[in-house]
């Protein structure tokens, strides 16, 4: 006890203005990388890293502020590669699934969205996310200060693709009174269409082209094909990434064939084969399991057509006060359900149905991609209806663990590798000299079980040291 009061001192020290350096000591550090030094040192010279390594490696001077994390762990931040700055983790920002004008019109969502450009944030850096890639949304997403002013140590990392390339588009439900000048989908309906679209994405700011790759109807595969490779092609000539949901095997291979550099998702429908291992190895793409997302949106609607409310894992307090509230009340879209579903239960069942087979073949095709070496990265796509900002990234880390993933791979596909795959490896993601000082405190030992990351401690971001208790959200 009296151990932990000196660390408590000394860290409240930490808290208040930096001296030049600052050092971690006594801890395991677990760097990203898949290496591990017992005993080591982490020394800060303002919001880099200065060195990382064993107490010969990181001699300390008598200037150096000493924190003395002796019995606990240091990782890297976590990296998220898959959220939504536009979607709110309740149905309220998904009005292609269901909508109640009267009860949650979307406009106003959006303006309570754009009003606190912290508001992910928060629960980001509480939960110890602190870099997301935001793989798809309104143009806002990419030019407002949620997303473009995030070099501060309040904000967690941030890459966005914006508005999504695709054949499914579903403007109608986003683009409404004042928001029909801000298209979230960008058509797939020409060749000259898709070079403009990328065109227009670049000129946004966009980190990255992003396709929505719906599984192509009949009789428009080898057209909407031929626009897929159209499209790698021109985010190929315009320096972007190009990343690509597609969650069908077919789909996924071509995805893979115009040059995809990260698959936001699972392939959910058969198991992988050597072509698609070839094709993923080929291009030193990402895959980003996103195992949880699927369950949880049938998880939303079950509670709507109930009226009961979804139960919430949120270890660490962290997840949105007023999306709580609405998740809390499922009764007030029980009408506009039954308007939608016409009160029938088939179409309902079937969704369960489905989910339970994708996740059978999700942690199958997650193990595949494991063995043949192929890059994993964690992803949660936070934002989706109980998907939530923050907590989710425990959820997936925790399933990929179930899947067959061993700690030490989830610890890389959650950092240094999903650092690396949203464009931000050379910035953050591993604990390694120049990097910036983005690093968590674990009590537990996140080599043992994966779970070890709900006993977050202390979240640094840019050199800046906070109590997880001073970080969370309710
Ligand atoms: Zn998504």
Excluded at 298 to 309: D, K, P, V
């Amino acid at each position: 006890m009296q151990m932990r009061s000196i660390v408590a001192a000394a860290i409240l020290l930490a808290g208040g203005p930096l001296s030049a350096r600052e050092a971690l000591v006594g801890g395991t550090i677990i760097d990203g990388t898949g290496r591990t030094i017992e005993n080591g040192v982490v020394v800060i010279d303002r919001s880099r890293l200065a060195c990382v390594g064993s107490a010969t490696e990181c001699p300390l001077d008598r200037k150096t502020r000493r924190i003395d994390v002796a019995g606990k762990f240091v990782t890297p931040g976590l990296v998220d590669a898959h959220v939504h700055f536009a979607q709110t983790g309740w149905i309220d920002g998904r009005p292609d699934g269901l909508e109640d004008k009267a009860v949650y019109p979307y406009e106003a969502t959006v303006a309570a969205l754009r009003a606190d450009p912290g508001r992910w944030h928060r629960s980001y850096l509480c939960s110890g996310v602190t870099a997301v890639l935001d793989t798809g949304g309104a143009p806002w997403t990419v030019t407002g200060p949620q997303t473009r002013d995030t070099d501060r140590s309040d904000r967690a990392h941030v890459r966005a693709a914006g508005p999504l390339i695709t054949h499914g588009g579903r403007n109608e439900f986003y683009a409404y009174g004042s928001l029909k000048d801000e298209p979230m989908f960008l058509p797939m309906e020409s060749a000259a269409q898709v070079r403009a679209d990328v065109a227009r994405l670049k000129a946004m700011g966009a980190a990255a082209i992003k396709v929505w790759y719906l599984d192509p109807p009949k009789g428009r595969e080898d057209e909407l094909d031929a626009l897929l490779m159209e499209t790698g092609a021109a985010a190929r000539a315009a320096g972007l990434p190009l990343i690509v949901h597609a969650t069908e095997l077919r789909n996924a291979k071509m995805a893979l064939r115009a040059g995809a550099h990260l698959l936001v998702h699972s392939v959910e429908d058969a198991p992988v084969d050597a072509e698609f291992l070839s094709l993923l190895k080929a291009n030193d793409a990402a895959y980003a399991p996103t195992l949880v997302v699927g369950r949880n949106w049938s998880r939303a609607t079950l509670s709507i057509a109930t009226g009961e409310a979804a139960t919430i894992d949120d270890p660490n307090r962290c997840a949105d006060t007023a999306i709580m509230e609405r998740i809390g009340k499922p009764q007030a879209l029980h009408a506009a359900f039954l308007k939608d579903w016409g009160g029938k239960v088939t179409p309902f069942a079937r969704r369960f149905e489905a989910v339970g087979r994708e996740a059978y073949v999700m942690a199958g095709n997650l193990r595949a991609v494991r063995d043949a070496g192929g890059r994993i990265v964690l992803a949660t796509d936070a934002g989706n209806p109980l998907t939530l900002h923050g907590p989710s990234v425990n959820w997936e880390m925790e399933a990929m663990q179930a899947a067959g993933m061993t700690p030490t791979e989830i610890i890389v596909a959650a950092t240094g590798a999903a650092a690396r795959a949203i464009g931000l490896g050379e910035a953050t993601g591993t604990l390694e000299r120049g990097k910036e000082a983005d690093l968590l405190v674990l009590a537990d030992d996140p080599r043992k079980d994966i779970k070890a990351f709900r006993s977050l401690t202390h979240v640094m971001r840019a050199g800046v040291l906070k109590p997880q208790s001073d970080l969370r959200v309710r």
